[in-house]
């Protein structure tokens, strides 16, 4: 990596494409969207140039990246979830990654953002991993980029860190070669079953009505 302040990734799915677009902060606080899941992709691809899905996961581009921390020998923080699923997660990614360097991590329930602001200066970190869910990921990242002055990347991984505790790799070998990660979800997390039956059909209602009257 090279770049000389604070960088930001974030990925969009169907729940949080209404959640950000709703504060204008967040999305000129990120520096780079990718989008996460088929679904919103197929959607852009209706109308707009083709774009392929990009999320962080192990059917994605998790593993490489991580690989690339490890092998740079980047300092790495690690933050979200719960105590006990960050504690697991960060357990679970130096047994997969042996050489990763992660010289900090926490739960994401943060009541002084400031404070671990300080703490990744002071641990010199490179890359911090945040996985709060949207869009509470997305303000620690933007409102780090403006508290910080050592280049460091920020990029969000949603329910990574909650998934990797649970199993390593998290996804079933089927479910990812047929593409249905949102099934496997769907099964064994109630809040997403919620947010599909909720949320999705809104979506998609919204996002063809916005493009179709954009046109």
Same mark, same amino acid.
């Given at each position: 990596?090279?770049?000389?302040?604070?960088?930001?990734?974030?990925?969009? +799915?169907?729940f949080?494409?209404?959640?950000?677009?709703?504060?204008?902060?967040?999305?000129?606080?990120?520096?780079?969207?990718?989008?996460?899941?088929?679904? %919103?992709? !197929?959607?852009? +691809?209706?109308?707009?140039?083709?774009?392929?899905?990009?999320?962080?996961?192990?059917?994605s581009?998790?593993?490489?990246? /991580?690989?690339?921390?490890?092998?740079? !020998?980047?300092?790495l923080?690690?933050?979200g979830? $719960?105590?006990?699923?960050?504690s697991?997660?960060v357990?679970?990614?130096?047994?997969?990654?042996?050489?990763?360097?992660? #010289?900090?991590?926490?739960?994401?329930?943060? !009541?002084?953002?400031?404070?671990?602001?300080?703490?990744?200066?002071?641990?010199?970190?490179?890359?911090? /991993?945040?996985?709060?869910?949207?869009?509470?990921?997305?303000?620690? #990242?933007?409102?780090?980029?403006?508290?910080?002055a050592?280049?460091?990347?920020?990029?969000? #991984?949603?329910?990574?860190? $909650?998934? $990797?505790?649970?199993k390593?790799?998290?996804?079933?070998?089927?479910?990812?070669?047929?593409?249905?990660?949102? %099934?496997?979800?769907?099964?064994?997390? !109630?809040?997403?079953?919620?947010?599909?039956?909720?949320?999705?059909?809104?979506?998609?209602? #919204?996002? /063809?009505? +916005?493009?179709?009257?954009?046109?």
């Amino acid at each position: 990596m090279n770049f000389a302040k604070p960088v930001a990734i974030s990925f969009v +799915n169907p729940f949080s494409y209404y959640e950000l677009q709703q504060r204008d902060d967040l999305v000129d606080g990120i520096d780079y969207f990718f989008s996460d899941g088929a679904l %919103l992709c !197929k959607l852009h +691809n209706l109308f707009l140039p083709k774009i392929t899905r990009a999320s962080f996961d192990y059917s994605s581009i998790a593993g490489s990246f /991580l690989q690339y921390v490890s092998e740079s !020998k980047l300092n790495l923080a690690v933050i979200g979830a $719960t105590e006990s699923e960050n504690s697991k997660a960060v357990e679970v990614l130096r047994q997969q990654y042996p050489n990763i360097n992660i #010289c900090y991590h926490r739960n994401g329930y943060i !009541k002084d953002a400031s404070a671990v602001y300080n703490e990744l200066e002071a641990h010199d970190i490179d890359v911090v /991993l945040v996985g709060m869910g949207t869009p509470y990921q997305e303000a620690f #990242c933007a409102n780090g980029k403006k508290a910080l002055a050592r280049p460091m990347l920020f990029i969000t #991984c949603g329910g990574f860190l $909650t998934q $990797t505790s649970i199993k390593a790799d998290y996804y079933h070998p089927m479910i990812k070669k047929l593409g249905l990660r949102w %099934l496997q979800r769907v099964v064994m997390h !109630k809040h997403v079953r919620d947010r599909v039956i909720r949320q999705y059909p809104k979506f998609v209602v #919204c996002y /063809l009505y +916005n493009m179709i009257t954009k046109r």
